[in-house]
T-cell receptor, first 110, second 116 residues
Framework: QQPVQSPQAVILREGEDAVINCSSS?????VHWYRQKHGEAPVFLMI?????EQKGHEKISASFNEKKQQSSLYLTASQLSYSGTYFC???????????FGQGTILTVHP | EAGVTQFPSHSVIEKGQTVTLRCDPI?????LYWYRRVMGKEIKFLLH????????ESGMPNNRFLAERTGGTYSTLKVQPAELEDSGVYFC??????????????FGPGTRLTVL
């Protein structure tokens, strides 16, 4: 079942912070975060693993609440380059296909 | 290290025609995935290869879609005959396998397919 992302869209000024949430109704093994700019490949940002291990990227951090099956992506001091569509992808096991949320469109203005 | 590459980047065909998409994964990656994103919607899984074997093809829409990965290197996805609803961006992703790895999937730039 598809995870649900919120909000659907965010508009920021440079330097502002944002939080993007991803919720699943199924037990998760891991949550993967990607950012896609128009016409480009989705770029891997972050993986959150059951048990608390995470791998990060740049100035972006994330959390994974295993009890609630929720993950949040934290973007601090946003830059123009942060603009794009953010997707969370979930895995119920350690291996296999990702099930993606519908995406969150983030726009950062000067 | 070269990333995942896909060819063509764009394809415009008429309903009823055949199109073949190609994906070259990162060298050494045993896992190869096909995904599709229809305009404005989520990225949806189509198929997963481990080397040359189909591990999971539960996302393939119907028998008009045929994926192959002969030799366990590059993969092709053929749509025959194409229908209007097949339009979208087709992504390929690859990941390594092995103990201690977490299935980080690296995506290609996608092929934008338009069926008229």
């Amino acid at each position: 079942q598809q995870p649900v992302q919120s909000p659907q869209a965010v508009i920021l000024r440079e330097g502002e912070d944002a939080v993007i949430n991803c919720s699943s109704s199924k037990a998760l093994y891991s949550v993967h975060w990607y950012r896609q700019k128009h016409g480009e490949a989705p770029v891997f940002l972050m993986i959150l693993l059951k048990g608390g291990e995470q791998k990060g990227h740049e100035k972006i951090s994330a959390s994974f609440n295993e009890k609630k099956q929720q993950s949040s992506l934290y973007l601090t001091a946003s830059q123009l380059s942060y603009s794009g569509t953010y997707f969370c992808g979930t895995l119920g096991t350690s291996y296999g296909k990702l099930t993606f949320g519908q995406g969150t469109i983030l726009t950062v203005h000067p | 290290e070269a990333g995942v590459t896909q060819f063509p980047s764009h394809s415009v065909i008429e309903k009823g025609q055949t199109v073949t998409l190609r994906c070259d994964p990162i060298s050494g990656h045993d896992n190869l995935y096909w995904y599709r994103r229809v305009m404005g919607k989520e990225i949806k899984f189509l198929l997963h290869f481990v080397k040359e074997s189909k591990q999971d093809e539960s996302g393939m829409p119907n028998n008009r879609f045929l994926a192959e990965r002969t030799g366990g290197t590059y993969s092709t996805l053929k749509v025959q005959p194409a229908e209007l609803e097949d339009s979208g961006v087709y992504f390929c992703a690859s990941s390594p396998s092995g103990p201690g790895l977490n299935n980080e999937q690296f995506f290609g730039p996608g092929t934008r397919l338009t069926v008229l």
